[in-house]
């Protein structure tokens, strides 16, 4: 496994100090033993502003063994990806369990969550979706963590209600994603039979969409040649093979009608230009330099266009470096979250600027 190595930005300079105090650490090695899929708390429904009903689960520390959370402390909302669900976030979830307040929901049309009218299937409308999950379940202070699709959700949420940051928001991760320049066909490659690529993937999209259940059967008929897909598209290393199994399980159970939806909005995706609210608060933005899906120039780009934020590059890993990198990325998750703390409990007139 090769190193992490962090670009330094206002988070590294701030942390080390103050946040010391304030530190919340990640438990090494939780969530090995336990199976993935296996992580969930109680079930709450939140509605979107179009009626789709949002899967969402809140895990209070007292339930885990810490202290009761207060309407004042800390809220992490975990955004998962495209064509995953909430589980993804399993060694992060384990990790954090009874120390902050943490909701996880299933992205529309994804996991337990109601399926989108095809004319919001979006990303502005993922930013909407977020909200609204934050202002439901974080009566306090949030820090939002976003992987892939996730994180262009807390970009899109910060072009439409920048007034949050600051204010709401008081940190942010955005992890193997990008504000705009994707090519889609890299994102949906591993959702797509094998063969089908450049030029012609957006007609090709649409051609299989009005097939899509000969799709799905061809999916699941075509495993051995998709696990295969899944591994060198989602992971840089090697990693156990159960890994594998449970990002591949993900994505098979996407049905192509959604995979075809959101296709739009990555081919169309520009919001580079609109990064500006995440440069308030302290950001933290991880990449995986093996990365086929968003390649490390995203996170870069990223990282130059968000004024103090931090860089960290986990060195052959691929889009999957929540998994893959668990360790790196929940380290800097603790810094990251811990700064966040300190900096919410500081009375508004002392709180550094950004």
């Known amino acids: 496994m090769s ?59 007292e339930d885990f063994g810490g202290r009761p959370a207060t309407d004042e402390d800390i809220t992490v909302v975990f955004v998962h990806g495209y064509s995953l669900n909430l589980d993804c976030w ?8 009874g120390q902050v307040r943490m909701a996880f929901y299933d992205q529309r049309s994804h996991g337990r969550s109601a399926l989108s009218p095809e004319e919001n299937a979006t990303i502005d409308q993922l930013g909407k979706d977020l909200l609204r999950v934050i202002e439901h379940t974080a009566p306090g202070p949030v820090v939002v963590v976003g992987h892939s699709m996730g994180g262009m959700s807390i970009i899109s949420m910060a072009e439409q209600f920048p ?6 928001v008081v940190g942010a991760s955005l992890i193997a994603t990008t504000a705009g320049g994707l090519d889609p066909g890299r994102i949906l490659f591993p959702m797509l039979p094998l063969g089908l690529g450049g030029a012609f993937m957006g ?18 008929w075509g495993h051995n040649i998709a696990d295969a897909v899944t591994d060198r598209y989602a992971f840089g290393d090697d990693v156990p093979h ?20 959101f296709y739009p909005a990555f081919a169309t995706l520009d919001k580079f230009d609109h990064l500006a609210p995440l440069g308030t608060v302290p950001t ?22 968000i004024p103090g934020s931090s860089l960290l ?42």
Do not use: W
């Open 242 to 261: 159960h890994y594998v199994d449970f990002v591949f399980g993900m994505l098979n159970a996407t049905p192509f009608a959604v995979v075809a939806d």
């Open 163 to 168: 007034e949050v940051f600051g204010a709401k």
């Open 284 to 305: 933290a933005v991880i990449g995986g330099t093996e990365d086929r899906i968003t390649s490390i120039g995203h996170s870069r780009k990223l990282h130059a266009r």
């Open 203 to 220: 007609r090709a999209v649409r051609t299989l969409d009005r097939g899509h259940r000969l799709v799905d059967l061809a999916r699941a």
């Open 90 to 97: 399993h060694f992060q979830r384990a990790a954090y369990r």
């Open 313 to 354: 590059e986990c060195e052959g890993a691929g889009h999957m470096v929540l998994l893959e990198r668990h360790v790196d990325v929940n380290a800097e998750l603790d810094d990251l979250i811990s700064l966040a703390r300190h900096r919410a409990e500081q009375p508004t007139n002392e709180v550094p600027s950004a």
């Open 3 to 61: 190193p992490a190595r962090r670009v330094t930005g206002r988070a590294d300079k701030t942390r080390k100090g103050d946040a010391v105090h304030h530190r919340i650490t990640a438990v090494v090695g939780a969530g090995e033993d336990v199976a993935f899929g296996a992580v969930h708390s109680q079930a709450l429904r939140v509605v979107a502003d179009d009626g789709v009903d949002l899967h969402v689960e809140v895990d209070h520390p």
